[in-house]
């Protein structure tokens, strides 16, 4: 167990030996005995600095002093001002770099759990109120129905914004849905804070592909404003031989075909998957994480390889635990140089690698060691070396993009194209502690206060005009 913490009250776990076997939640969460004794370790800081490590500004001291008060409407209700989906950050929040990092207990090496005390408040709210609404006339699309999407859509709704969401998928929530398991993210979370926002008046339109049924043109003539948050999901690829062999996949598509479409159920379900025997996940974030973890629970015996050192992985610190835990092999300062096999995956051919100096993002850089090669047998290699934009919708208008093919932005998420806006992973996230669910629920929130200042300036386009 990591150092930092051993003095928090932890929630149960369940015990790896069951949980490799289904894929219900592993992290059981706090009862209200746990809680309150954690929340009454906060000294309910002045000036608070774990406020400012989290995106959104969550008023931390205050939701916890509710807590311990047991008066938890309250704290849900602080939380929820700056934060749609408590219950979904909660959990996929990275806290060691965010408002944990921030905590002064730091200094004694025990801070505050604050993930878990904001994920047993999202679940101590037994009913949602939805507030009283004045709707005004004005429309806004926005594309992608992620955490970016979302969080734009409950806030427009919320200042009286009819929205309509675009998704290209079947069901909505990005990668909240087709890319974190629900062994770590449950579906019924999803789909309860999903249900929030339809509730307050958000329409979800499901299969729809911007891009390919509309261009964001067409669509700016039917609506005052639009958000692009369509995400990164275009896998990058490692550009070594064998990268076309039977039983390579992206952990995107290994992903999406468990979480969204059920694979592992196949024949009950449509969608097949391989399960390998044994597997190797090349990567070191909570996307190779999760696949090695996916993995695990259909069977295989897996490795991630990964060419830094623990230290610079860029997974969940939990994440890297649990997966130690239930049996996943890491082959650390290792980097894969070619794909073996005829027409199937039979191994992997990898070299050495030792840390040199520091590269432009503070990590120590990877160096090959020469002639380190050595194979590892197997017959599953899942690529999760992290994705990029997809230019489907990006190219069919014209907005303009930087060189790796995010779109670019202003100060207030404006595009190039007058009152299209985006925000999320389509415009990168690569600040520090890369593309995160509450970065991309932060540029929501500032894209919706964007889009209000601009609409507001607009004249109001009346129905009639827009033909309908
Ligand atoms: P997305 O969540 O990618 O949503 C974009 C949506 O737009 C998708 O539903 C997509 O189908 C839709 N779309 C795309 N193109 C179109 C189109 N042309 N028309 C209509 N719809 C379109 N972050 C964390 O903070 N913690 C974690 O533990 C964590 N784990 C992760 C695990 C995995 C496997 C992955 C893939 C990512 C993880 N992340 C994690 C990163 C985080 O999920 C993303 O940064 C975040 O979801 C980005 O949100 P978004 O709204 O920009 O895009
Ligand atoms: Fe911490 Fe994330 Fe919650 Fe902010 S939203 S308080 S960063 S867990
Ligand atoms: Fe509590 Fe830590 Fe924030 Fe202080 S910094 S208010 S101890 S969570």
């Not at 008023?59 to 602080?78: G, L, N, S, W």
């Not at 995400?231 to 979480?259: C, D, H």
């Not at 650390?332 to 992997?348: A, Q, R, S, Y």
């Amino acid at each position: 167990m990591p150092e930092r913490m051993k003095k928090q009250v932890l929630p149960s776990k369940r015990e790896p030996k069951e949980r490799i076997k289904d894929f219900n939640e592993v992290n059981l969460g706090y009862n209200e005995e746990e809680a309150i004794k954690e929340a009454s370790r906060c000294l309910q800081c002045k000036n608070a600095s774990c406020i400012k490590g989290c995106p959104v500004g969550i008023d931390i001291p205050k939701f916890i002093r509710y807590i311990k008060e047991k008066k938890y409407y309250m704290a849900i209700k602080t939380i929820k001002r700056n934060n749609n989906l408590p219950g979904i950050c909660g959990r996929v929040c990275p806290q060691e770099k965010q408002c944990e990092k921030n905590c002064v207990l730091n200094a004694k090496n025990q801070p505050i759990n604050i993930g878990e005390l904001e994920r047993f408040a999202s679940e101590k709210e037994d009913e949602i109120r939805i507030p009283e609404i004045k709707k005004i006339k004005k429309k806004i699309a926005i594309i992608g129905s992620g955490p970016a999407g979302l969080t734009c859509a409950a806030d427009l709704a919320l200042k009286g914004y009819r929205v309509v969401i675009f998704e290209a998928l079947h069901k909505p929530g990005g990668v909240l849905t087709y890319g974190i398991p629900e062994f770590r993210l449950p579906k019924r979370i999803v789909e309860k804070e999903i249900d929030f926002i339809k509730k307050l008046g958000v329409e979800i339109k499901t299969n729809m592909v911007i891009g390919k049924l509309y261009k964001i043109e067409e669509l700016l003539k039917k609506y005052d404003a639009i958000f692009i948050a369509s995400g990164a999901g275009l896998p990058k690829l490692l550009g070594i031989p064998g990268e076309n062999l039977i039983g390579v996949y992206s952990a995107n598509e290994f992903l999406t075909r468990v979480n969204l479409m059920k694979a592992h159920k196949f024949p009950e379900y449509d969608t097949p998957i391989k399960k390998g025997k044994k597997t190797v996940v090349i990567g070191g974030g909570n996307v190779a994480i999760d696949a090695a973890r996916v993995a695990r629970r259909l069977g295989s015996d897996v490795t991630i390889i990964y060419r830094r050192s623990l230290n610079e992985m860029p997974a969940r610190e939990e994440e890297i635990l649990n997966a130690q835990e239930e049996g996943v092999h890491f082959m650390l300062l290792t980097n894969p140089t070619k794909i073996l096999g005829n027409e199937k995956v039979e191994g992997i051919e990898c070299i050495q690698m030792m840390l040199g100096p520091e590269d432009i993002d503070g990590r120590r850089k990877p160096v090959p060691i020469e002639e380190s090669y050595f194979n590892i047998e197997c017959d599953q290699v899942i690529i999760a070396i992290g994705q990029g934009p997809n230019p489907l919708l990006t190219k069919s208008s014209n907005l303009e993009t930087d060189e790796k093919g995010y779109l670019k932005v202003d100060e207030n998420l404006m595009t190039s194209m007058i009152g299209v806006f985006a925000g999320g992973d389509i415009i990168g996230g690569e600040g520090k502690n890369g593309a995160t669910v509450i970065k991309a629920m932060g540029d929501g929130k500032k894209a919706a206060k964007s889009i209000d200042d601009f609409a507001k300036q607009e004249k109001l386009v009346k129905e009639e005009d827009r033909g309908e």
